[in-house]
């Protein structure tokens, strides 16, 4: 519009405006007076105060809807594999109702947009916008859209005819250039000098025919897409995988990925996003090093808070952290990260799970030391460098390669029994994307099955005590040797530091399975202390459970740290060790126990735990009693849950029982 219609308006600020137009109205007699705006919302920024007054002005658009549809039915045949799958749902929710997309942007940085405004020196002919990759190419394009009749008022000669080049001062929005990322990676052709061409594949692979041409450089040549995993944030999945499989399906013609691994949002450890003006915000960096309160403020201090948002950001850091951050190292948080991606929704941040994780890091640490400390007295070489370090060298747990099979105990066999479960379910969840899972199995392996049995029962025979479990110490130490190499490269992707080296482990032969249940009483017997009561051990030892006790009897009493144990039925319980203080009791099945007698020494203080342990025993059943008794328990419950609740309810009454005599 053509300033001269302002007249004395024309070319002043709207705050002068506003002054000026009531002015106006007043001296032309036609201003009726002023009145408040009942609940008026005026929109301001949250940094400089500034009201915030929306602008028209022209924008480029990306006509998304066949891109959209293309994309959409990559999911849906499974040529992109969303985990977790809850996903597809969201992904098919916005490609049908996806909208065209807005590519411009007013900012001063990034990709700019190209497109070229031409005008021309004769009047009376339109500007013309094309998109082009230069100036040149732009006045070609613009000379071959003119019409015969606008042809016809230019002078003959075409660089006189174009008046004037502009390109477009607007850039691309981010999004559209981190579309760009699988194209520019994955599909740039050296020979073509572009990564817009579909690309060459051995086996013509493509969701529209495949397409010869370009492509030269792709290393992923034989596969179905331009890359195999992508891994982020499930949040910008249509701000930005969504756009990167629309933009690279419409130029390359095949997937930008396989599959997408989606982890959730990170967030406080009370589910609130993080933000500077809540004071939440915990750095990684913070985390891995450590840092003192002061430095937190100080961070606090370089943003861009008010000084209300700062005091109020100030008093909740204070709250959250008084002693600020403990130093935790990268393996700890990487590890406690990874744990949380089971939650699907959103990670709740709390340094406890990082606290815990610190202490697992501390553990393996610490096994690592005591395990090749007694090989080194052993003798037994604890490197692993003459094994071949080729490309095709299949790797070997060389110190488990060497052990005759008849001289493993039990408690060796069930050691590599769980290792060989352990591996297979690590490389099954490795294999289909489940990290967490991965991670969790090892470190549950670590913390019971390495650490809390077989180390346990090892130390006997590393310190000498070899009557009892009859392991042989070198036979032990080289188990324990070649199980926690496995466990550190099986390790490596989620704690790179402290594992040893990176390598691929190999699965080996599996144990007997049913070795497992000989140490269960043992365990259950040395994990319970501190609290004289009845507790159960594992289900698996129920066959054969009053013989396998009386045979490792001395090993379990060794184990369990007890002053004097006895085996026994539920009937014969009049001899030996009694009911008394002190005294605990392990029950094995409904009808077996184990009677362990504590020292003096840890005696002291156990007794007043007994009574309190019942009452938790009895409020169980109770609750288990009212369930069974329920009408819609009866009706629908499986036979197998029923079978399983009414064993359930006999042990509870078993060891309500025993923790009475």
Same mark, same amino acid.
């Given at each position: 519009?053509?300033?001269?219609?302002?007249?004395?308006?024309?070319?002043?600020?709207?705050?002068?405006?506003?002054?000026?137009?009531?002015?106006?109205?007043? #001296?032309?007699?036609?201003?009726?007076?002023?009145?408040?705006?009942?609940?008026?919302?005026?929109?301001?920024?949250?940094?400089?105060?500034?009201?915030?007054?929306?602008?028209?002005?022209?924008?480029?658009?990306?006509?998304?809807?066949?891109?959209?549809? @293309?994309?959409?039915?990559?999911?849906?045949?499974?040529?992109?594999?969303?985990?977790?799958?809850?996903?597809?749902?969201?992904?098919?929710?916005?490609?049908?109702?996806?909208?065209?997309?807005?590519?411009?942007?007013?900012?001063?940085?990034?990709?700019?947009?190209?497109?070229?405004?031409?005008?021309?020196?004769?009047?009376?002919?339109?500007? %013309?916008?094309?998109?082009?990759? !230069? !100036?040149?190419?732009?006045?070609?394009?613009?000379?071959? +859209?003119?019409?015969?009749?606008?042809?016809?008022?230019?002078?003959?000669?075409?660089?006189?005819?174009?008046?004037?080049?502009?390109?477009?001062?607007?850039?691309?929005?981010?999004?559209?250039?981190?579309?760009?990322?699988?194209?520019?990676?994955?599909?740039?052709?050296?020979?073509?000098?572009? #990564?817009?061409?579909?690309?060459?594949?051995?086996?013509?692979?493509?969701?529209?025919?495949?397409?010869?041409?370009?492509?030269?450089?792709?290393?992923?040549?034989?596969?179905?897409?331009?890359?195999?995993?992508?891994? &982020?944030?499930?949040?910008?999945?249509?701000?930005?995988?969504?756009?990167? #499989?629309?933009?690279?399906?419409?130029?390359?013609?095949?997937?930008?990925?396989?599959? %997408?691994?989606?982890?959730?949002?990170?967030?406080?450890?009370?589910?609130?996003?993080?933000?500077?003006?809540?004071?939440?915000?915990?750095?990684?960096?913070?985390?891995?090093?450590?840092?003192?309160?002061?430095?937190?403020?100080?961070?606090?201090?370089?943003?861009?808070?008010?000084? /209300?948002?700062?005091?109020?950001?100030?008093?909740?850091?204070?709250?959250?952290?008084?002693?600020?951050?403990?130093?935790?190292?990268?393996?700890?948080?990487?590890?406690?990260?990874?744990?949380?991606?089971? /939650?699907?929704?959103?990670?709740?941040?709390?340094?406890?799970?990082?606290?815990?994780?610190?202490?697992?890091?501390?553990?393996?640490?610490? &096994?690592?030391?005591?395990?090749?400390?007694?090989?080194? +007295?052993?003798?037994?070489?604890?490197?692993?460098?003459?094994?071949?370090?080729?490309?095709?060298?299949?790797?070997?747990?060389?110190?488990?390669?060497?052990?005759?099979?008849?001289?493993?105990?039990?408690?060796?066999?069930?050691?590599?029994?769980?290792?060989?479960?352990?591996?297979?379910?690590?490389?099954?969840?490795?294999?289909?994307?489940?990290?967490?899972?991965?991670?969790?199995?090892?470190?549950?392996?670590?913390?019971?099955?390495?650490?809390?049995?077989?180390?346990? %029962?090892?130390?006997?025979?590393?310190?000498?005590?070899?009557?009892?479990?009859?392991?042989?110490?070198?036979?032990?130490?080289?188990?324990?040797?070649?199980?926690?190499?496995?466990?550190?490269?099986?390790?490596?992707?989620?704690?790179?530091?402290?594992?040893?080296? /990176?390598?691929?482990?190999?699965?080996?032969?599996?144990?007997?399975?049913?070795?497992?249940?000989?140490?269960?009483?043992?365990?259950?017997?040395? !994990?319970?202390?501190?609290?004289?009561?009845?507790?159960?051990?594992?289900?698996?030892?129920?066959?054969?459970?009053?013989?396998?006790?009386?045979?490792?009897?001395?090993?379990?009493?060794?184990?369990?740290?007890?002053?004097?144990?006895?085996?026994?039925?539920?009937?014969?319980?009049?001899?030996?060790?009694?009911?008394?203080?002190?005294?605990?009791?392990?029950?094995?099945?409904?009808?077996?126990?184990?009677?362990?007698?504590?020292?003096?020494?840890?005696?002291?203080?156990?007794?007043? @735990?007994?009574?309190?342990? %019942?009452?938790?025993?009895?409020?169980?059943?109770?609750? #288990?009693?009212?369930?069974?008794?329920?009408?819609?328990?009866?009706?629908?419950?499986?036979?197998?849950?029923?079978?399983?609740?009414?064993? +359930?309810?006999?042990?509870?009454?078993?060891?309500?029982?025993?923790?009475?005599?």
């Amino acid at each position: 519009m053509a300033r001269a219609h302002f007249g004395a308006f024309a070319g002043k600020s709207r705050w002068e405006m506003r002054a000026a137009v009531v002015d106006a109205l007043v #001296a032309a007699g036609a201003y009726a007076g002023k009145r408040d705006a009942e609940q008026s919302v005026v929109s301001r920024c949250s940094r400089s105060g500034d009201i915030i007054e929306p602008m028209l002005m022209p924008q480029w658009y990306l006509r998304c809807g066949e891109m959209a549809q @293309r994309a959409n039915d990559l999911v849906a045949t499974g040529l992109i594999e969303l985990l977790p799958a809850q996903q597809r749902a969201s992904w098919h929710r916005w490609m049908s109702g996806i909208e065209d997309w807005c590519v411009s942007r007013q900012l001063w940085w990034g990709h700019r947009i190209p497109v070229y405004r031409v005008s021309w020196s004769a009047g009376g002919i339109r500007d %013309v916008w094309v998109a082009a990759e !230069s !100036s040149d190419q732009a006045k070609a394009k613009a000379l071959a +859209r003119l019409s015969a009749a606008e042809r016809a008022e230019i002078p003959s000669a075409d660089e006189d005819a174009i008046g004037a080049v502009h390109q477009d001062e607007d850039v691309l929005d981010t999004w559209f250039s981190s579309a760009l990322l699988p194209l520019t990676t994955f599909n740039y052709s050296s020979e073509h000098k572009t #990564a817009l061409a579909p690309p060459r594949h051995a086996d013509g692979a493509g969701i529209s025919g495949g397409g010869g041409g370009g492509g030269g450089d792709n290393s992923n040549s034989s596969s179905r897409a331009l890359s195999s995993v992508l891994e &982020t944030g499930q949040d910008i999945l249509f701000f930005w995988v969504a756009r990167m #499989a629309m933009l690279c399906t419409h130029f390359s013609q095949v997937p930008p990925f396989e599959k %997408v691994l989606l982890h959730p949002m990170v967030r406080d450890s009370q589910g609130r996003k993080m933000s500077k003006s809540l004071g939440n915000i915990i750095d990684p960096m913070d985390v891995i090093n450590g840092a003192g309160l002061a430095k937190l403020e100080e961070t606090l201090t370089r943003g861009h808070l008010s000084e /209300q948002e700062l005091s109020r950001s100030v008093r909740e850091l204070k709250r959250l952290y008084p002693q600020g951050l403990q130093r935790f190292g990268a393996d700890a948080l990487r590890l406690t990260l990874l744990l949380y991606t089971q /939650q699907t929704q959103q990670i709740n941040m709390s340094l406890d799970s990082v606290k815990a994780s610190y202490h697992f890091c501390n553990k393996l640490w610490n &096994t690592f030391r005591f395990v090749h400390a007694h090989a080194a +007295r052993l003798g037994i070489q604890t490197s692993n460098a003459d094994i071949g370090t080729g490309a095709d060298t299949e790797y070997s747990p060389v110190w488990l390669l060497g052990i005759d099979s008849a001289q493993l105990t039990v408690f060796d066999r069930a050691l590599l029994s769980k290792l060989w479960g352990m591996l297979q379910t690590y490389h099954n969840a490795m294999d289909t994307c489940r990290i967490a899972a991965a991670a969790e199995t090892v470190r549950e392996f670590v913390q019971r099955e390495l650490c809390d049995r077989y180390i346990e %029962v090892s130390k006997l025979a590393l310190f000498g005590k070899t009557n009892a479990t009859r392991q042989d110490p070198s036979v032990a130490a080289k188990i324990l040797l070649g199980t926690l190499d496995i466990v550190l490269r099986a390790l490596h992707p989620f704690m790179p530091f402290l594992s040893l080296k /990176q390598q691929h482990p190999a699965c080996f032969g599996a144990g007997d399975a049913g070795d497992e249940p000989r140490i269960s009483i043992a365990v259950s017997m040395r !994990s319970q202390q501190g609290e004289r009561d009845a507790h159960s051990c594992t289900a698996g030892v129920a066959r054969g459970a009053l013989e396998i006790a009386e045979r490792h009897a001395e090993c379990i009493r060794l184990m369990s740290r007890e002053a004097a144990i006895r085996i026994c039925t539920v009937d014969d319980r009049s001899s030996g060790v009694g009911a008394g203080e002190g005294v605990g009791v392990v029950v094995v099945t409904a009808d077996v126990r184990v009677i362990g007698q504590l020292r003096a020494s840890q005696a002291a203080g156990a007794a007043g @735990r007994t009574a309190g342990a %019942v009452a938790r025993l009895e409020a169980e059943l109770d609750k #288990a009693r009212r369930t069974a008794a329920s009408e819609g328990y009866r009706q629908r419950a499986p036979a197998a849950v029923k079978e399983a609740d009414r064993r +359930r309810m006999a042990m509870l009454e078993a060891k309500i029982a025993a923790s009475r005599r």
